[in-house]
């Protein structure tokens, strides 16, 4: 199992870049809206599709990468 399963990467989606469990929502697009502030509780509260281990694997992927 990849340490990272909520991100994936395909060309057809996003251009590839890495997105949260193959929906359009990017690993960039959170880093940025957290960069800018916008708490966790926010952020999950604005995107219901989302959910709290979505954002820290991404967190994490970002980190990593």
Do not use: K
């Amino acid at each position: 199992m990849s340490r990272f399963e909520r991100i994936t990467q395909d060309p057809e989606t996003m251009g590839g870049r890495a997105c949260i469990r193959g929906m359009r929502v990017t690993v960039g697009m959170i880093l940025g809206q957290i960069g800018s502030g916008t708490s966790i509780e926010d952020l999950l509260a604005e995107y219901p599709y989302l959910e709290r281990e979505d954002v820290m694997q991404a967190l994490l992927y970002a980190a990593a990468h």
